[in-house]
């Protein structure tokens, strides 16, 4: 591993900044960029040295789904591109029609259809890496051992090769490691949103990449005033700068920055190199 690159699972390695799916298909409330845009978007990531791609069967809406513009856009696939999917809790605007009391997506027969679906959607026969997303719809907690055992098999029968977990606690995260082998971690947190300081250490000592959600502020992109000056410090963005800080916060955090923008997936990857100061470092610590 180098600076710029992390080795996910040992043996995939990319670079530390990536690309997150998820706008393509506009999903939960609509709005996406249309077809179009999204292959494009999609094309010119790869060019721009991403080889690393987010996404989920789950991202779909007004019959635009992410998984489908991926293979449309880059298969059949660069030997060096790694597409990381997840299964499980699900929320509003899937387009994945679940029996009544199967909601969550955690049971074994809907952890297989997420793999089975995604698996057709890519157009693929393995799954590089397999987030297991915790959490119900409605909020409430959720067991992880069931779901993630029932992971594990469908792994042992070739399907995944290797297995993360996301939106958990750091209870959760210990009891995963576990059950399993865990590679990645992908939770909320940005500059602002530190809550998770202790499992990305944790992470960090173990070997496993960690890997924000939400890394701009996602919903509620951030623009408090000490990013601001130090992005007139740089002639930069605010998102830059909070990728940047990301970057330089753990040499095991990976980013998947979302858009449906060209420009803005230019800037994006470009916060790969910019430098921030120990000046910069201070301001936003507080």
Known sequence: MTGD??????????ARVGYGAMKLSGWPVGGGPGRET??????????????????????????????????EALHPYPDDLVIVTKVGALVEGSDVALPPGEASGLTPDGLRRGIEANLRTLGVDRLDVVNLRMGGVDGSPTPLAGPLETLLAL????????????NVSAAEFAEARRIAPIVCVQNLYNVSQRDDDPVVDECAEAGIAYVPFFPVGGFQPLT?????????RHDATV????????????PNILLIPGTSSPAHLEENVAARDLRLTPEDFALLKG
Do not use: F, K
């Open 5 to 14: 690159q992390w080795a996910l699972g040992g043996d995939l390695r990319v």
């Open 38 to 71: 999204g292959l494009a978007v999609l094309r010119r990531a790869v060019e721009l040295g991403v080889d690393h791609i987010d996404t989920s069967h789950y991202y779909a809406h007004d019959g635009v789904a992410a998984n489908d513009l991926i293979r």
């Open 155 to 166: 792994r042992e029968e070739g399907l995944i090769r290797h297995l993360g977990v996301s």
């Open 224 to 232: 408090a005033e000490h990013l601001v000056t130090v992005a007139a």
């Open 239 to 250: 998102a830059q700068v909070a990728l940047a800080w990301l970057l330089a916060r753990s």
